[in-house]
């Protein structure tokens, strides 16, 4: 049985919290900023958590 392998894409875009939650970074902030407003593109910067809904499908992907 080969060794199951880590997802390259979500290794980079999620990080484990202590707790065992999953951090994200929110999207819509890369580029086409000059349209967003301030208040917008500051709450864009700050760091979410996956939802419980998706939980699951991204365990599966980081191979928890």
């Given at each position: 049985m080969?060794?199951?392998?880590?997802?390259?894409?979500?290794?980079?875009r999620?990080?484990?919290?202590?707790?065992?939650?999953?951090?994200?970074?929110?999207?819509?902030?890369?580029?086409?900023?000059t349209?967003?407003?301030?208040?917008?593109?500051?709450?864009l910067?700050?760091?979410?958590?996956?939802?419980?809904?998706d939980?699951?499908?991204?365990?599966?992907?980081?191979?928890?």
């Amino acid at each position: 049985m080969p060794k199951m392998k880590t997802h390259s894409s979500a290794k980079k875009r999620f990080k484990l919290t202590g707790t065992g939650k999953v951090k994200r970074k929110h999207a819509f902030k890369s580029h086409i900023l000059t349209k967003k407003t301030t208040k917008q593109k500051r709450n864009l910067t700050h760091s979410g958590l996956v939802h419980d809904t998706d939980m699951d499908r991204v365990s599966r992907m980081l191979v928890m």
